[in-house]
């Protein structure tokens, strides 16, 4: 296994402040990043994954404990070796003005350049570079204020590339855009950060695109944070516990998080597939419980026919009906 | 279906491989630059030939180059009072236009300019010290000041600019946002700017007078031998901001991301708000608190040049800040004529509608600024 990119001992997260006494958000984390990994930090809102990202980044002063990058205390880090080892990406969006994609991605090699910060071609090179690797290519020559956010977004993280810092840390990539350009970003930094060999770690709200992309989950709550693949941190109920709250419940059959509504019953949806699966999710939107093991249902849904043109045979105690569409089923299971 | 979308990252190493590249495009117009210096020589040489006396642009270049004029008297008029009008009017320009620049690029906001944080009340109550409470000095010596004091009242302008950038200054390193820092400013002003008021209260209306001229602002004042303080404080503070050239830009990202890229904050903080003291101190010291320039100048040039890239954006105020402090001026002598217009009025008059103009063309305004 390759050495840690960047370790924390004993570190404790939270806010200092001169009359009152510390608040401490979580304590003695104990945690490290490992090139060509991505890192997803989940928790619940107000758990600390901002103040634990904004530490780990040198922006915030820890409470206890140190961050260890490369080998040197962040603390004893200059700001501009800081950036030439660890780039961010914040959740806010700067609005950058009259600046064209590549003059934006460019701003990513200050700590390299001279004083003024003109371009050597090896600076270019770098800039084209983290441009095409984004896949941005066609936008780079475009003025930013142009683009869209998911656009803009992807020239941010083109940006952190080009500053060639090993470790990447993203507060909330994915915040703000809708479900398509989200899938998109998180695909691209899971690659990046295998075929360029950096450590990324990003925190986000999104727990079902997290569960699917992560090599590892930091899972934060009740001033903790468990580390794992997502598969076992869902299977040792740990994913289920950080989230729990009232009227929400995880499934770890689905990999999803569903709304809990009264149960009017329990139905059972037989088989595998497209059909099925946008059934059972139908029937629990309308209130009934799913059940996978041997308790007999309320009601057994069997579906037959091909994909194009599926039939539904519901069978609620001796009766048995059959249905040409969800809306029919739907709708005799509500009377 | 996945491996037909699946593209591989491309590697660094085979874009260093790549030599035949063209530049980067990074949307910059440096040659624009040439322009503008260009129409700098042009206005500067139509300041020193306009004027109660209209001297041959063909015979201001010559003297300008040391030849010899035709008539004698042309030389006197433009090497002691021309020439020096004109260099005070580019070098205030230039400096207003910059300090303007990095204010707004600091605070991120469109509408800052030079004397945001204070700067000329803190000139204007300086002013207004030596000329309204000066209790002993008699209304005889008053016909004298204009010619006698002028030093004086550079050097007064010039402690009250300095002490309230000074206040500003302790603080800056300080506070946690910018923000914070403008409020203070504002506030500064304000507190400043009601001293003043009471002073002017108080005093008799000869010298009121006296104050009210030094607040219309004009170029004029300055002669050769205070010349070179105006140069160098101006040169020294042009110097600081092509220096901040990188910091500005990482700036547009705003204060977190700048940061990140390797930005001490605290200390680029301390040199932005130093350099604009010095030029926007030493202008208002010598020109009086002259408006509009700071804050329109900028426009223009992120509106001619259409980048936010400090690396044009600097030297291209530095020449548009120039030419539009000269333009001022000619205007504001009114061709022809003996009358002398107050500067102020002129920078305004002229000032306010490009502004309106370039804002109302530039929809966008509010997105190249602060989310």
Redesign the interface.
Known sequence: MKAAALYTEALAIGYASVRQPDVTLAADLNLSLRSGELVCLLGPNGAGKSTLMRTLGGMQKALAGRVVLAGDDIRELKPRELATRLSVVLTDRPNTGLLNGYALVALGRHPHNDMIGRLSPYDEAMVRWAVDAVGATELAERPVMELSDGQRQKLMIARALAQESAVMLLDEPTAFLDLPRRVEIMRLLRQLARDTDRAILLSTHDLDLALRSADKLWLMAGGAVQVGTPESLVLNGAFEAAFLSEGVTFDPLTGSFSMQDVVRGTVKVAGEGVVPTWTRRAVQRAGFALVHNGTPPDVEIEISGDESHPVWRVREGDKVKVYESIDAVLAALGQ | MTDAIY??????A???A??D?P??????RPLLLLVLLAALIGVFLLVVAAGSVRIPLNQVVIVLLGGTAEKASWANIILKFRLPKALTAALAGAALGVSGLMMQTFFRNPLAGPFVLGISSGASLGVALVVLASGTVGASMLAGFAVASDLLLASAAAIGAGIVMFVVLMVAGRVQNSMTLLILGLMMGYLVSAFVSLLLYFAVPERIQAYITWTFGSFNGVTWSQMPILAGAVAVGLAIA??L??SL??L???E??A??????IGRTRVAIIAATALLAGAVTAFCGPVGFLGIAVPHLC?SLF????H?VLLPGTVLMGAIVALVAALIAEVPGNNLVLPLNAITALIGAPVVIGVVLRQR?LQ?????
Not at chain 2, 23 to 28: D, M, S, T
Not at chain 2, 306 to 309: F, G, H, I, L, V
């Open positions: 593209k591989p990252i491309p590697r660094p085979d874009y260093l790549k030599n590249l530049r980067l495009n990074l949307g910059l092509f220096v050239t990188k830009n990482a547009l990202l705003g977190g991301y940061r990140s890229l390797g930005l001490d992120r259409n980048t936010s890239d690396r966008n997105k190249a600024f602060a989310s």
